[in-house]
């Protein structure tokens, strides 16, 4: 009871990187408080299939519900099970991502529960809150912090009263680690029509399709990254260019999206994708928080701009001070030179 709970998405029978990022941070908050950790799994045909993928992250407790119409995903038989489950496990704290699927889940159940939810969290801490309007102290609250009025600000947000804390943290924002591939975990297989109603099934996937992404951004080893600096889609090519030598990925902000110099999917920041390279090479980007948020867990930053005082200098490990046309070639020519 008043566990910390997971909810693990899959893809048929693969469990979804985020959720691992999650399942280790979920572990974390579970040591603080002293409680276990819950994993809650639901698809078709996956017993036997994700119990050895979910476990090695800390897994005190993992419930699987295996049903024939539980994948695809479709809201009410999924929201179900979890406003089913929780109302019996009475769990202090949710996570799940912030995907398609967490997005439209995780309201469903905060709804159901009258319980709030936090979206597109960055960091997830256990503290304590002292509403000094009516003078109440209380402990071992959930921290949901993330980036907000238009990134301009961190906010910590609280929910003192109501159960359970629920909160979703985009893909990339936390590492996953394994705690121990033989991690002795308890596996509940329940019966799914204890918690989901038939009618619950009206709605049926008739084709699904997925498009795959067209970039590596989150598995990029090395990113080089344009902001408005950069000052063109011809800006840009030169950037491909030093990814290409790199072979690396190139990325953007949210400023040289918008400004029409590269395609969406490459955007980095708070309403982009988050990565974590071992080098980042920031071109022409001032640094805007919203940015930051989602590449400040990189390795090795690198920045290069014509401004000494952007604000993007003061996370990066080296700074170069000058223009894109001016020192991208500069750095392609070298690399070529001493690559061979």
């Given at each position: 009871?008043n ?7 899959i ?25 276990k ?27 699987v ?101 629920m ?20 596996v ?80 980095i ?72």
């Amino acid at each position: 009871m008043n566990n910390v709970f997971v909810y693990c998405e899959i893809d048929q029978f693969q469990v979804e990187e985020v959720s691992f990022e999650l399942l280790t941070k979920g572990r974390k908050l579970a040591n603080r408080l002293g409680v276990k950790l819950e994993a809650i799994v639901a698809g078709t045909d996956i017993k036997n299939k994700v119990e050895q993928q979910i476990l090695p992250y800390g897994v005190d407790i993992l419930h699987v519900f295996d049903g024939k119409d539980l994948f695809p995903y479709t809201s009410k038989p999924h929201t179900d099970i979890l406003v089913n489950l929780f109302k019996k496990e009475q769990p202090q704290i949710c996570l799940m991502g912030a995907t398609v699927i967490g997005r439209d889940l995780g309201p469903r159940v905060s709804s159901s529960l009258t319980s709030g939810l936090t979206a597109d969290c960055t960091a997830l801490e256990i503290g304590d809150y002292e509403d000094k309007k009516n003078n109440k102290t209380y402990t071992d609250l959930l921290y949901q912090i993330r980036p907000a009025f238009g990134g301009n600000i961190v906010a910590t947000i609280v929910n003192p009263e109501h159960r359970p804390q629920m909160a979703t943290v985009r893909s990339g924002v936390m590492k996953a680690e394994i705690i121990n591939p033989q991690y002795n975990g308890q596996v509940i297989y329940e019966n799914v029509s204890d918690y989901v109603p038939a009618e619950d099934y009206v709605v049926k996937v008739i084709s699904r399709q997925v498009e795959k992404a067209k970039n590596n951004l989150k598995g990029a080893p090395i990113i080089v990254a344009g902001g408005y600096g950069v000052g063109s889609k011809e800006g840009f090519d030169l950037l491909r260019k030093l990814a290409d030598e790199l072979h690396g990925e190139v990325g953007a902000s949210r400023a040289a999206v918008d400004a029409g110099f590269c395609e969406h999917d490459l955007q980095i920041g708070q309403t982009g994708v988050t990565v974590r390279p071992k080098v980042y090479i920031a071109c022409g980007i001032s640094g805007a928080i919203q940015h930051v948020a989602g590449m400040k867990e990189s390795g090795i930053v690198i920045s290069i701009n014509t401004d000494p005082n952007a604000p993007i200098n003061d996370i990066a490990d080296y700074v170069i001070t000058g223009s894109v046309e001016e020192v991208v070639p500069k750095l392609i020519k070298y690399y070529k030179e001493n690559s061979k």
